[in-house]
């Protein structure tokens, strides 16, 4: 990171989808400082206000906002073709929307089911066919994901979260295998527990990750074109052994 | 496995929320507000009361709820707008002191007032209305605050400045969290050229010599004494003198580094006792080894050397810490903290840090704030329970007769009658008060027994 609030160079043109949530907004305001021009996408219009003006002021070169419905798959194209007009260009896209659902509800009702796999599967795969369509044709561009931990195995207490995460990670690793020779960077991120307002002041605090530090465990992954970031970076020891329990065993487990 | 995707709005929990001093504790649920609309929206229906909360730097119940609802701000830290010409700067409430510092240091600005550690919020300085060690030259932190909104639990708005709403900024200045959720700020900050203080720091022997250092120093815009409150005799209230004024030649004003250091364990209780205590002091007052030394420092050690320890707290183990900070105004300054010095020597319990120094005349704003015109005196003593409560009520009994009063955000001990005779106006600053937000110390300091 820069020491300057604005570097000499020309501005990255970045395009942040579901600019509201706690990691896409801390990893903004990195990007702001290094005086980044940004589109930002969220449903809430007061909230994606705020955040805009937030990162405005920290320095980004460039804000443009769009309030929409990212469920909505009709409407991708048009938003999109509107972002990439709004930035004259795009460097990177960073999609970070997503719902955690509920399981519970989920179990009973194939409709909220179909919705968590909606929001956080099926609506990704329309942008992503897009942007990555838009990507080729350049030859250039990296693509960044939030998918999850929860997508490397399923468990009981979330597995339709786990499920669309896990279809979000599979479709990540074979765009990458498709559009890697053709010049653009895939970035699938797996994030693991985050540190939120609740929990900071709890005795226990310091054992889950804080969210800046998550975002500039993202940004460094983006700038070194790495494929896969699990961050923090102790998950990856832990999913690879969650990963490699024998189901005989795992089935009988409280996780 | 916990929840690796917890990462969105999260619901309330049920949670100790420790202040500085971690004595008392108390079980309160967690409402973290994200946005300014959260307020009330979240309290919709909410029993047993509810706080807003920032850092929870102050040592004692201010920032606490019994079994209640602390609403936490620290999430709603967004910068809202900044003007370079000017130096005002408009954020939400949980913005920290550090945050700020971070966005303002490397655009030539600085704080106008700043406490012993930037880990507050904007909402907990307003709240508490903190002053600094310039505060002989610029007043409270409520003096630099332009304008604020704040909003009530029955949903209304106000903009409160000195010329809007004024009894409500007059109200919320110091406000202690009770008049309603301060969403947002806008903070008058000053121009700066260099990281860099110019520093002296000048032993003395006595109060009187205290006194003229203090008087010698009026137009120095920094100043902070650290006393020996251990001592008797010879070495009677000794201490180092510090001021320091912001160096005016050109410097690179880069951020600064992240802190690494983490006190990483409750130390156990015998750690601290009187002999550590008052070994740590002559090794601090002799690592001055000459009367005066001059030397040009970075802001942090200067105005933060304690956080570079974060969570240094736990150097006083699980009980926690009792604070005790006074004013008492110039009419009885000198003899006050005189017989005051002398109690907590003669009582043998350690303080490690006693921070003295001059207030200024500059009026606060605030109907409740703290500062006056006189001494301030602010120590901390680990708790030990047969002992460290008398003395604090002695003290504060002393305090009173003096015509002094407590810092609520330093307090966990003044009485309900102690606290209406410090605070007269108290019932007057009820009127102001949000009907769904109360404090614990509220509760204590209004009970009437
Ligand atoms: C090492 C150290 C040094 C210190 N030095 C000084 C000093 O030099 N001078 C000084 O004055 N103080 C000093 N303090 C005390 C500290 O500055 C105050 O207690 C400050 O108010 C803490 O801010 P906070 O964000 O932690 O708020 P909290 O402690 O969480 O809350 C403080 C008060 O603010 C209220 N509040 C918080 N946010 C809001 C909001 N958004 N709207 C309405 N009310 C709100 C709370 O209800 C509570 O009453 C020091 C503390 C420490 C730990």
Request: charged content about 20%; glycine content about 8%; proline content about 6%.
């Amino acid at each position: 990171m820069s020491t300057t609030p604005h570097t000499t160079t020309t501005p990255r043109k970045i395009l942040v989808l579901g600019a509201t949530s706690g990691i896409a907004e801390a990893t903004c305001r990195i990007w702001a400082f290094q005086g980044a021009s940004l589109f930002l996408v969220a449903r809430n219009a007061e909230k994606l206000a705020a955040v805009a003006a937030d990162l405005k002021t920290r320095g980004a070169s460039y804000v443009d906002t769009a309030v929409a419905d990212l469920d909505d798959t009709d409407q991708h194209p048009a938003l999109l073709a509107h972002a990439v007009n709004s930035l004259t260009g795009m460097d990177i896209a960073y999609l970070a929307h997503g719902i955690l659902g509920d399981q519970i509800e989920a179990e009973r009702d194939f409709n909220t089911a179909a919705q968590i796999l909606h929001t956080n599967f099926v609506a990704p795969v329309s942008l992503l066919t897009w942007l990555a369509n838009f990507c080729v044709q350049r030859r250039a561009g990296t693509i960044a994901v939030i998918s999850s931990v929860a997508g490397d195995r399923g468990r009981k207490s979330n597995y339709l979260y786990g499920s669309s995460k896990a279809g979000l990670s599979a479709f990540l690793g074979g765009l990458r295998n498709r559009v890697d020779r053709e010049g653009v960077t895939v970035l699938t991120i797996k994030p693991g527990p985050v540190k939120t307002a609740m929990t900071a002041n709890m005795p226990k605090s310091e054992k889950f990750a804080d969210v800046e530090s998550v975002a500039e465990s993202i940004v460094s992954a983006i700038d070194k074109r790495k494929d896969i970031l699990y961050v923090p970076f102790q998950w990856q020891p832990i999913m690879f052994i969650i990963r490699n329990i024998p189901e005989r065993i795992f089935k009988k487990l409280n996780l | 496995m916990p929840d690796p995707t917890a990462t969105e709005e999260a619901s309330q929990v049920q949670a100790p929320f420790e202040s500085w001093g971690r004595y008392p504790t108390y079980g309160a649920k967690l409402l973290p507000l994200h946005w300014q609309s959260d307020f009330p929206a979240l309290t919709a229906d909410l029993h047993n009361g509810a706080l807003p909360v920032g850092m929870g730097r102050s040592y004692g119940d201010v920032c606490l709820l019994k079994d209640g609802n602390l609403l936490v701000t620290t999430a709603m830290n967004r910068l809202i707008n900044f003007d370079a010409e000017t130096g005002l700067l408009t954020a939400e409430a949980g913005v920290t002191l550090a945050q700020i510092l971070d966005f303002a240091v490397p655009r030539g600005f600085f704080l106008p007032v700043s406490p012993g550690t930037k880990y507050v919020t904007l909402g907990g300085a307003i709240a508490n209305d903190i002053h600094g060690k310039n505060h002989h030259t610029a007043g409270t932190f409520g003096c630099h605050i332009a304008q604020l909104e704040l909003v009530r639990s029955d949903g209304s708005h106000m903009i409160c400045s000195p010329t809007e709403n004024p009894e409500f900024y007059s109200a919320t200045i110091g406000g202690l969290g009770l008049t309603g959720v301060i969403t947002w700020a806008t903070l008058r900050l000053k121009p700066i050229v260099s990281r860099k203080i110019d520093y002296e720091g000048i032993q003395f022997h006595g109060i009187d010599e205290f006194l003229d250092l203090t008087n010698q120093a009026h137009d120095v815009e920094y100043t902070v004494s650290w006393v020996d409150v251990t001592s008797t005799g010879r070495n009677f209230a000794r201490g180092v003198f510090m001021q320091g004024d912001h160096s005016t030649k050109k410097d690179d004003l880069k951020p600064s580094p992240k802190p690494k250091l983490v006190f990483p364990f409750e130390a156990p209780g015998f750690a601290l006792n009187a002999l550590s205590v008052s070994l740590f002091n002559t090794a601090f007052f002799h690592k001055q080894i000459h009367k005066r030394v001059v030397a040009v420092q970075d802001y942090e050690p200067f105005f933060y050397p304690l956080d570079k320890v974060l969570r240094w707290n736990r150097m006083y183990g699980k009980r926690g810490l009792l604070q005790f900070q006074y004013v008492i105004p110039w009419e009885h300054a000198k003899e006050g903290t005189i017989a005051i010095l002398h109690e907590v020597a003669k009582s043998g319990l350690a303080s490690f840090l006693a921070v003295l120094k001059a207030f200024g005349d500059a009026p606060s704003p605030g109907m409740m704030s703290f500062p006056k015109p006189g001494i301030t005196l602010a120590l901390d003593f680990p708790i030990k329970p047969d002992k460290s409560f008398p003395l604090f009520q002695r003290l504060a009994d002393m305090t009173l007769e003096f015509g002094g009063r407590l810092y609520p955000a330093k307090d966990a001990a003044m009485t309900a009658p102690q606290f209406q005779a410090f605070y007269p106006q108290w019932q007057h600053f009820a009127q102001y008060r949000d009907p769904l937000l109360t404090s614990s110390f509220w509760e204590r300091v209004t009970q009437n027994s």
